[in-house]
C-alpha cells in the first residue's frame, strides 16, 4: 500500500479540485483498499476522499424515479422501501454484496466505478435503465451506465470526473424483476454467473423484457437474443428456457480461480432461467423473499423455482 | 507524508499521526494499542477484524485510519461493561463452545452485537447468514449459533 498525500473534502467542489490535480477518490474504500492489500493494484498516489460529502448521500425520489447518491451504501439500498419494491432486482443484488460490514461501507458510486463484470448491481442498474451523473471541474455530464462500463476495471469517464448520482427512470406499471446469481459462499462472495431480468407484463404477455448478464463477458450486458426470445409470449415455459438458453449462448465467460469458462457457460442458462422466472413471477404480484439468490439456491424454502 | 487524526475508540479519543495507507486495524492495534481485532486474511474475506465505525461493522484491515478521524469506533474490548463485566455474548460465547484458538471471536462478536441490534429473535438461519462473514476454522460454527440464539431467547 502507498498513498503519499490524503485529503478529505469537505465540499464537492474540493473533491473536484483535488481530482483535477490528480487525486483519486474514496469512499467506502472496500474496492479499493481490498485491492490494494491483496497486491491487485496499489493505492493511488493521490487520495481524496469523498466520505464526508453528505450531499452526496441518500435515496431520493425523482420525477417518479429514484435518485440514489454516490455514496448511498448497499445498506442504504437494501433498507430504501421504494427500491425493494420498484426496483427489486437491485434490492436483491445490493443485500448480496459482500457481508453486512461490506454493505454499511460499501458506497453505490464505488461500485459502478470500480467496473467490475462480476458486480451484483450492474446488471440490475443496466436493465432498469439507470444513468450515471458526473460532475467535473469543467461541468456535469449524464451517461447511461449501459455505455459507461468500458471493459474489467474501466469505465468511459476521464479522472477528473466524479460519479455524484445513479438516477433511476420509473419503471412501467406491471412490471417485475429479479438478479440471481452463482455462488459457493454464502457472503464474501460475487458473481461466479449472474443473471438479472427485468419484465413487464401487459395483460399477461410480456411487453418488455430486459435481460443482462454478468461475470460472463468482459463487461456486464444486455442479451438482445433473449429479449426478444421473451417479447411477446406469455412467459410460458418454453419461452423461459429459449431466453435464458439465449442469454447463455451469448456468453464469453473466462477461465479464473472461481470457476472455469466450460462451467460458467453451463450454469448461465440455470441461472438466466431462476432470474427470468423470479421476474415474471413478481410481475404478476406473487411474493418472493429479497435477496433471490439463496431462496432460488434452496438455501431457504426449500428450492423454490 | 503523516497526518494527523483524532480516533475515537471507545469512547477514548486518541490523537495519532498517521501515514494514508495505514488500515483502521493496524492502527488500533499499533497505536492505539488495543490488540482484540484480529488482521486474519488481510483481505476483506475472514471478518476477524470487524469492529463498528460509528456504530455500523467495517472489516478494519480494509478500511483507511484516516477515514475514521473523529468518529466513533467500537472494538470488541468496547463491549465490556466499564466493570469488566462480560457482554452477555461473550459470556454466551464462552458457555456454549463457541471459542476455540479465539481468533475469529473479536469478529464474530461484533457480527452477532449487529444482528441482535437490528434483530433481537432472529432464527437460526438469519443467524448464520449474518455470521457469513465471518470465517471460524475451529468450532464448526454450532457453539456460535447456539451462544447467539441463547442471548435472543433470553
Known amino acids: ?305 | 507524508m503523516k497526518y494527523e487524526a483524532t480516533l475515537h475508540v471507545n469512547g477514548v479519543a486518541y490523537p495519532v499521526e498517521i501515514e494514508p495507507g495505514r488500515s483502521l486495524l493496524s492502527v488500533i492495534r499499533t497505536e492505539v494499542g488495543l490488540t482484540g481485532a484480529k488482521e486474519g486474511c488481510d483481505d476483506s474475506e475472514c471478518g476477524a477484524c470487524m469492529v463498528l465505525l460509528d456504530g455500523r461493522p467495517v472489516n478494519s484491515c480494509s478500511y483507511l485510519a484516516l477515514q475514521a478521524d473523529g468518529r466513533e469506533v467500537t472494538t470488541i474490548e468496547g463491549l465490556t461493561g466499564d466493570d469488566g463485566e462480560l457482554h452477555p455474548l461473550q459470556q454466551a460465547f464462552l458457555d456454549q463452545g463457541g471459542v476455540q484458538c479465539g481468533f475469529c471471536t473479536p469478529g464474530m462478536l461484533i457480527s452477532a452485537k449487529v444482528l441482535l441490534d437490528s434483530t433481537p429473535n432472529p432464527s437460526e438461519e438469519e443467524i448464520r447468514l449474518a455470521l457469513s462473514g465471518n470465517l471460524c476454522r475451529c468450532t464448526g460454527y454450532s457453539g456460535i449459533v447456539r451462544a447467539v440464539q441463547s442471548v435472543a431467547s433470553g
Open chain 1, 1 to 305: 500500500m502507498s498513498a503519499a498525500t490524503y485529503t478529505a473534502a469537505g465540499s464537492v467542489e474540493e473533491a473536484l479540485a483535488a481530482l483535477a490535480a490528480g487525486a483519486r477518490p474514496v469512499a467506502g474504500g472496500t474496492d479499493l483498499v481490498v485491492g490494494a492489500r491483496n497486491g491487485k493494484a496499489a493505492l493511488p498516489e493521490s487520495l481524496v476522499a469523498i466520505h464526508r460529502l453528505s450531499d452526496l448521500g441518500g435515496i431520493r425520489e425523482q420525477d417518479g424515479g429514484l435518485v440514489l447518491g454516490a455514496l448511498a451504501t448497499h445498506a442504504d439500498i437494501v433498507a430504501s422501501q421504494p427500491v425493494c419494491d420498484r426496483y427489486t432486482a437491485l434490492a436483491d443484488a445490493s443485500a448480496i454484496v459482500g457481508s453486512h460490514a461490506t454493505r454499511s461501507t460499501g458506497t453505490i458510486g464505488g461500485n459502478v466505478m470500480n467496473a467490475s463484470p462480476a458486480m451484483e448491481t450492474g446488471g440490475p442498474l443496466i436493465c432498469f435503465g439507470a444513468v450515471a451523473r458526473f460532475r467535473s471541474a469543467g461541468g456535469e455530464r449524464e451517461v447511461p451506465l449501459a455505455e459507461l462500463f468500458a471493459g474489467p476495471g474501466r469505465t468511459t469517464a476521464s479522472p477528473e470526473e466524479l460519479l455524484t448520482e445513479v438516477a433511476l427512470p420509473a419503471p412501467a406499471a406491471g412490471t417485475g424483476s429479479c438478479y440471481a446469481r452463482l455462488e459457493y459462499r454464502r457472503q464474501m462472495e460475487i458473481a461466479i454467473v449472474g443473471a438479472t431480468a427485468v419484465v413487464t407484463l401487459d395483460g399477461g404477455t410480456v411487453s418488455d423484457a430486459r435481460i443482462a448478464i454478468t461475470a460472463l463477458a468482459p463487461t456486464i450486458h444486455r442479451v438482445a437474443e433473449a429479449e426478444s426470445a421473451l417479447n411477446g409470449t406469455d412467459g410460458a415455459a418454453d419461452a423461459v428456457a429459449a431466453a435464458a438458453n439465449a442469454a447463455a449462448a451469448a456468453s464469453q465467460p473466462i477461465t479464473d480461480v472461481r470457476g472455469s469458462a466450460e462451467y460458467r457457460r453451463a450454469m448461465a442458462a440455470v441461472i438466466a432461467r431462476r432470474a427470468i422466472t423470479t421476474a415474471l413471477a413478481r410481475a404478476r404480484g406473487e411474493r418472493f423473499p429479497i435477496p433471490a439468490s439463496p431462496a432460488l439456491h434452496g438455501a431457504v424454502n426449500g428450492g423454490a423455482a
